[in-house]
């Protein structure tokens, strides 16, 4: 289940998530390193320095800032983007984010389905 978010409410959807991971590429092998996060004018702020990171992002800038949930069967914060290596660390200009949840973390129950095969009561707004 996946829920868009509108960039506008960014800095309110990141305010639930205490911290995360910055995840970028190079040569077909993922860079994953643990981070928290502010937005500022639109971007969104990483103030923490990677020497591996700003070398993946010198050869391919996209990047994805991925929050788990604050509780068990919250929503995940999932923010894609392109990202640059500033002084104080990255600043990543989002392109689109979610919230995201499987369909069986749905309600206190867990039901995640419908009859009609639908994905049930799982809407948060945002």
Do not use: W
């Not at 919230?99 to 994905?119: I, N, Y």
Request: glycine residues 12%.
């Amino acid at each position: 289940m996946s829920i868009v978010v509108d960039l506008d409410q960014l800095a309110t959807a990141l305010a639930d998530h205490p911290y995360g991971y910055l995840l970028t590429t190079s040569g077909g092998a993922v860079k994953a390193v643990t981070v928290t996060a502010h937005v500022v004018g639109g971007h969104v702020l990483v103030p923490v320095p990677s020497n591996g990171s700003a070398r993946n992002l010198a050869d391919n800038p996209a990047a994805t800032l991925l929050f788990p949930p604050a509780e068990p069967r919250g929503y995940s914060l999932i923010v894609d983007g392109t990202a640059v290596s500033t002084d104080d660390g990255f600043r990543l200009e989002p392109s689109r984010a979610v919230l995201h949840r499987p369909a069986d973390h749905a309600g206190a129950g867990g039901a995640p389905h419908t009859h009609d095969g639908g994905c049930g009561h799982d809407c948060r707004p945002v």
